[in-house]
């Protein structure tokens, strides 16, 4: 009959994502006639426990590529962008026993520019980015152990008896060597 034990240990006691969607402006020092592209760069963020929300801060730097001057000069405009998001992810065991926990972000889509628009000299953009949230606990693993403890298996080293090397096997063998094998 098995018993059992509590281990107490690190896992994962809640995991979420989430998608954002949100939009920015950067205005130019010169009348943009086109814009011609639009990049993301320089992810960084990290995350942590908030009044039992996970608040995740960051910030990416967007390039703004465009054209000027009736569309016969181009210039590219710089913006860093710093985020603050709060996210709830439902914890799933009951049993947490943690007192601190960690917080694991990953991103599950990079930050990248969808939409474009020059308004009235601003330049209007939307950013989507998709992030996973993992909250790492402690929690409590029952696990069945076995009170009798395994029987030891028997190492047994191989011994050459008389039979095997009887002078019929030992005149098998001389005639099998192939003295050219190399």
């Known amino acids: 009959m098995a018993t059992f034990r509590e281990i107490v240990t690190k896992a994962i006691i809640g995991k979420g994502k989430k998608y ?3 939009s920015y402006s950067m205005t130019p ?3 943009v006639d086109t814009v011609l592209g639009c990049w993301v760069i320089n992810h960084k963020f990290k995350g942590y426990e ?13 390039n703004m590529w465009y054209s000027y001057d009736n569309d016969t000069k181009t210039a590219v405009m710089n913006k860093t962008i ?5 996210v709830m992810v439902n914890i799933k065991t009951d049993d947490d026993l943690s007192t601190e926990r960690d917080i694991i972000v990953r991103v599950l889509k990079q930050p990248n520019c969808t939409k474009v628009e020059n308004k009235d000299d601003v330049i209007e953009f939307i950013i989507e980015k998709e992030l996973g949230i993992e909250i790492v606990g402690e929690t409590k693993v029952k696990v069945g152990i076995e009170p009798e ?3 030891w298996e028997e ?6 008896t008389e039979e095997e090397l ?3 096997v030992e005149k098998e063998i001389e ?6 094998y190399i």
């Open 20 to 22: 954002f969607k949100n």
């Open 29 to 31: 020092e010169v009348d």
């Open 50 to 62: 908030k009044n039992n929300k996970i608040v995740i801060e960051g910030s990416f730097d967007v």
């Open 82 to 86: 710093d985020y603050l998001e709060e």
């Open 149 to 151: 403890e395994e029987p």
């Open 155 to 160: 190492i047994v080293d191989p011994v050459v």
């Open 166 to 168: 009887s002078p019929e």
């Open 175 to 180: 005639e099998n060597i192939e003295e050219n």
